[in-house]
């Protein structure tokens, strides 16, 4: 299990997150490869179609479907 990482400043922040997007894409991007992105009720959403994502079992065509929800803090 890996443990959380607190970043101290948004653009730390940012730079891990593109570098991540950066690599999961990298290979498996390709010409016909789209890139979707929608905001609905304080969420954004991002649907990578038809890339090739690094998995050891799996090196299939996919779709990677990331959702980012504004949440209430926990009382």
Known sequence: MRDWKVYENLENFK????????SIVEEGYKDDSRILA??????????????????????????LFIEIENIEPPE
Not at 42 to 60: K, V, Y
Request: hydrophobic content about 35%.
């Open 38 to 63: 929608m905001k609905r009720d304080g969420s954004i959403f991002f649907n990578f179609r038809d890339i090739i994502l690094r998995h050891p079992d799996n090196e299939t065509i996919q779709d």
């Open 15 to 22: 730079e891990y997150f593109c570098d991540w997007i950066d």
